[in-house]
């Protein structure tokens, strides 16, 4: 059984920062790759940035392209989303995934994520 734990979220001003942390433990599989969700209330989770492991390509939702940054380590199964110049729109809890199975092309699709962990809540303020 794999646990991810995710930590750094907070309370921070438009255009401020943040880095999200992301740690998996308990690694009886390989991990394929993982990456960042996030849901806002009454919204469906929504892909932010993903690395799939195999070539350290790195995925990123169109709207935080520019903004965040995700970077991580394969052998610490450990992933990391630095946030730059947050707005109001980027308030969500956000969701750390690992996918250990490989099924799924698509790495901005919920499903092709088979572990979560509990999320962090991440609010900007105007």
């Known amino acids: 059984q794999v646990q991810l734990v995710e930590s750094g979220g907070g309370l921070v001003q438009a255009g401020g920062s943040l880095r999200l942390s992301c740690a998996a433990s308990g690694r009886t599989f390989s991990s394929y790759r993982m990456g960042w969700f996030r849901q806002a209330p009454g919204k469906e989770r929504e892909f932010v940035a993903a690395i799939r492991w195999r070539g350290n390509v790195i995925y990123y939702e169109d709207s935080v392209k520019g903004r965040f940054s995700i970077s991580g380590d394969n052998a610490q199964l450990t992933v990391y989303l630095q946030m730059n110049s947050l707005k109001p729109e980027d308030t969500a809890v956000y969701y750390c995934?690992?996918?250990?199975?490989?099924?799924?092309?698509?790495?901005?699709?919920?499903?092709?994520?088979?572990?979560w962990g509990q999320g962090t809540q991440v609010t900007v303020s105007s």
């Open positions: 995934a690992l996918d250990r199975r490989n099924l799924y092309s698509d790495s901005r699709r919920v499903l092709a994520y088979d572990y």
